[in-house]
Nanobody, 128 residues
Framework: QVQVMEAGGGLVQAGESLTLSCTASRLLSGVPFDGYVWGWFRQAPGKEREAVTCISRHGDSTYYTDSVKGRFTISRDNAQDTLSLQMNGLKPEDTGMYYC?????????????????WGQGTQVTVSS
């Protein structure tokens, strides 16, 4: 069974930075870490889960939702089986539970329906 784990959330003030990380144990059916697209999604209270950013299998292509462009950077290290999200210039509207996920999605679509493995999430709270 795959196990995906996020870390790095916390409480920060507006304008500050956080770095989230995500690691994965062995994947189902022997699919390696670089076998799938990975992404970060977030969910605020009372709202649906939304895509934040996705990265292609080899890390050479990325998607960002408009609200985080220029502030967030996704990266992956396939040799270490890790995914990261550098978040700069955080805003109160970035507050939410952040989840990393993977699956047979395309990085361009970055749709949660295309992800079949998720972590438990890490809370990010940005105060004004």
């Amino acid at each position: 069974q795959v196990q995906v784990m996020e870390a790095g959330g916390g409480l920060v003030q507006a304008g500050e930075s956080l770095t989230l990380s995500c690691t994965a144990s062995r994947l189902l059916s022997g699919v390696p870490f670089d076998g799938y697209v990975w992404g970060w999604f977030r969910q605020a209270p009372g709202k649906e889960r939304e895509a934040v950013t996705c990265i292609s299998r080899h890390g050479d292509s990325t998607y960002y939702t408009d609200s985080v462009k220029g502030r967030f950077t996704i990266s992956r290290d396939n040799a270490q089986d890790t995914l990261s999200l550098q978040m700069n210039g955080l805003k109160p509207e970035d507050t939410g539970m952040y989840y990393c996920g993977t699956g047979p999605s395309t990085w361009q679509s970055c749709l949660s329906s295309g992800f079949n493995h998720w972590g438990q999430g890490t809370q990010v709270t940005v105060s004004s």
